[in-house]
Every structure is written in C-alpha cells, then in structure tokens.
C-alpha cells in the first residue's frame, strides 16, 4: 500500500507505538512499522499522537470582543448578557466574520478541528447567523463547525425570538438551542424546553439547550429536558449545556435527577473556566464552585463533555482556544485526581466531545478521517499536566499547522543548557 502521509512512530493515546498511515482524507493503516515509500513523512518519535481536540459549546458571534463596548465590570453573567446586548447593535457582518475567522485560526494552531458554537437569534437582521454560515463553509476543509440557533434573551421573552429561531433554522444551522433559565417564569422555561424539542423532533436535529446556569438550586430544566427527550425519541441527540445548578441542588433530589438524565440519553457540556468564573458571584463565603457534578454523573453512566463557551468576549477575559486549558480546570474543580479521572479529562475534550456533537468520522482509527494532533506530551496525563506545545496538527490529511518543540535556554553553571517540563522516564 502506498501512503501520501504517514505519521511515524508517535505514542497513541492507549500507549501503542504506532505508525499511522494516510491516504487522502482518511486513516489507512495503523500497524507497528509502515514502509515509508513516497509518502512524506511526519516524525512522532516520543511524542502523543491525538484524535484533535473538540469543543462541544462555544460562541463564536461573541469571542474576541473584549472590551466592546467595555468589560464586564460584576463578572456576572447577568452583566454579561446586558454587555452583549450593547454590543449587539454595533456588529456588522465583517466584523463578525473576520473575529471568527481570526478565531478559527487560533484553533487549528491549538489543534482544535471541530466547535459547535451557539449562536445569538434575538437579532432581526440574522446578521451572525449569516456570517457564521459563510464562515462554516470557508472553515470546513479544516474545521468541523455545528452552529446551534440560540434565543439568547429567552425564546418568549423577547418578542421576535420564536420566529428568529425558526429562520436560523431555515437557513441551514444545525442544533436547536434554548435558554430555559432566562425565561421570565419557570413554567415559561418549561414551556420553551417542550417547545424547542418538538421543533428538533420534527427537523430531525440534535437539541443543546443553556440549562440552568445558575446557582439556583430550584432551577430544574433538565428535569424537563430528559423528559421531552424520553417523550419525544429524541435520545443521543440532546445535550444540556452548563447544568451549574445541579451543583446546588438538594442530594435527594438529584438522587431521583441522575438516572433520569441517563435513561434520556442526555449528554451533559459543563464549561468549566466560564462556571467557575461566573458561578458563585451572590455568594459570600464559602463561595460555590458553581460546576455541575461531572463525576456524579459519568458513574450514572451519563455522557459528559468539556466546553469552552467564551474566549475574549462580555462574560470571560482570557481564553485561548486551547482545550487543555479547559481540561486543566475541569479536572481541578471536579477534583478528577486519579490516573484514570485524568486520563478520562483528556478523552473528554477529544473523543466523548465529538461524540457528543455526532462527528463519528473522528477518531484515531482506520476508515476514520485523518485529522489529529502531534503534541509535546508522552501520554494524555501528561499532556493536561502541560498544556504543551501542538508540533504538528493535520486535518484532512493535510498538514495544517506546525510549531517547534520549545525548550528554555538556561545560563546556569553546572546546569544542563536546555529545560523541558517532560517526565521522560530514562
Ligand atoms: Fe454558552
């Protein structure tokens, strides 16, 4: 067999050393040894080798907006929403095109080759929503990219929401999204749980709804979407984005809640750098989290993913594009420790990621499409341990991004001249 690239002896997540063949787009051959031939070749010798990093919740409308038209001065998230809502006016469609875009570059540097963003329908002109279209399809020979229609100030409680959300989807964007918790009553946020479901149950589409960010331990939408889901045969195809109430709720409660949601077949998107930014912010102390229960829910065997949600925009100040940033966090504040919580961190933010968005062609597996990641790192703990650099990222079977490995030059007598921060046994 002949290869165009092969990706040659790198570390597979499982620990296998093994050299991946690649033939157009896709994985042809994982074996041991592969006889080079013509194909051009990169050399993973010692490195990780990756499916790419997958960010299931986002909003790329927003990100890079920093101080647009100023910051976010209570950190909350109410603040945020209000921050946006000045902003709203003031986008144009280049504006928003060109911050995605500049975005989108970041991510393939950062390995990051499939986003679901949200994006904002309480705007009569649509004009994200276009933007985000064009850029869908200008970003696809190297970025997955799912848009979901987001009713942003509440399907009810802004006037033109419900028919806004309609068009979107008229228009080609994939999810159906919701904001139960914003609406003005819980039995509005009730009503536009069932309301959005029955909408994705008609189109065929998938459901990631916002769901109870809040630190109100009464909000209980995801009761409610685990029902529509069960109700309507929606299960696999539903996500319940954030769930930080949950991480107030009373015990019993959530006791009866867990299997519900497992028997639905609801994955669950914590994002933890925004939660723990934003969540907690009314109390004094001690001060809540604010994260959903992650552990919790994977013994329920509840599929749960990491997500980013902001980089640069009305709600988060930093941000990289980077998903072991989120990784890092996610497995701080849910206390993920063991070897085996650690390692599951790094699958979260690959494999269940994309599994969660319904993307079955990625995956370091023959037939799968080859795209995937070299890093800096031995095995996936330590690659959440380091946030390294990403050597070589490919997508399509095509290298897309390249970066040195970095060491730092010391000047120190006695001392070798070069530091890496690897545990490379010796
Ligand atoms: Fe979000």
């Known amino acids: 067999m002949s290869f165009d690239l092969i990706v040659k002896g790198g570390t597979l997540p499982d620990g296998r050393v093994a050299d991946i063949g690649i033939i157009g787009e896709n994985i042809t051959a994982i074996e041991p040894s592969l006889p080079a031939g013509p194909a051009k070749i990169v050399d993973a010798t010692g490195n990780l080798v990756s499916p790419p990093f997958v960010d299931p919740h986002f909003h790329m409308d927003a990100t890079l907006s920093y101080g647009i038209p100023r910051i976010n001065a209570s950190g909350t998230l109410l603040e945020g929403i209000a921050l946006w809502g000045e902003l709203k006016p003031l986008l144009t469609h280049e504006a928003v095109k060109e911050r995605a875009l500049r975005y989108c570059d970041w991510a393939v540097s950062m390995g990051l080759l499939a986003i679901r963003t949200h994006v904002d329908v309480c705007d009569d002109r649509l004009l994200a929503v276009e933007a985000l279209l064009e850029v869908k399809k200008e970003v696809a020979p190297y970025i997955d990219l799912q848009l979901v229609a987001f009713p942003q100030d509440g399907l009810y409680r802004s006037p033109t929401a419900r028919q806004n959300t309609i068009r979107a989807l008229d228009l080609g964007v994939d999810v159906v999204g919701g904001i139960p918790h914003f609406e003005r009553t819980m039995a509005d946020g ?29 909000s209980r939408h995801i009761e409610q979407l685990a029902y529509e889901t069960q109700r309507l045969g929606l299960q696999g195809r539903v996500a319940g984005s954030h769930l930080t109430s949950m991480h107030s709720m009373d015990n019993y409660y959530v006791s009866k809640l867990l299997p519900l949601i497992a028997e639905a077949q609801v994955s669950a998107i914590p994002n933890p750098l925004i939660n723990i930014m ?11 989290r604010g994260m959903t229960r992650v552990k919790e829910m994977q013994a329920h065997g509840i599929r749960v993913g990491f997500g980013q949600d902001c980089v640069l925009d009305p709600w988060y100040s930093l941000g990289t594009a980077d ?59 330590e690659a959440v341990r380091l946030r390294p650099e990403r ?26 001249a070069a530091v890496n921060r690897r545990h490379e046994a010796t």
């Open 190 to 218: 009730t009503r536009s749980v069932t309301e959005l479901c029955e909408i994705a149950e008609k189109r065929g589409l998938m459901v990631d709804m916002h769901c109870d960010e809040t630190d109100d331990p009464l």
């Open 278 to 288: 934003l969540q907690g912010r009314h109390d004094t102390f001690p001060k809540r």
């Open 391 to 416: 050597l070589c990222v490919i997508a399509r079977g095509k290298v897309v991004a390249e970066r040195p490995r970095q060491e730092t030059r010391l000047s120190i007598e006695g001392r070798p």
């Open 323 to 381: 998903m072991l940033d989120v990784a890092f966090m996610g497995l701080h504040v849910a206390q993920m420790s063991s070897p085996a919580d650690m390692a599951k961190c790094f699958d979260m933010v690959t494999n269940v990621n994309a599994t969660i968005m319904g993307l079955d062609h990625l995956g370091l597996e023959v037939g799968k499409r080859a795209s995937l990641v070299v890093l800096d790192a031995g095995n996936p703990i």
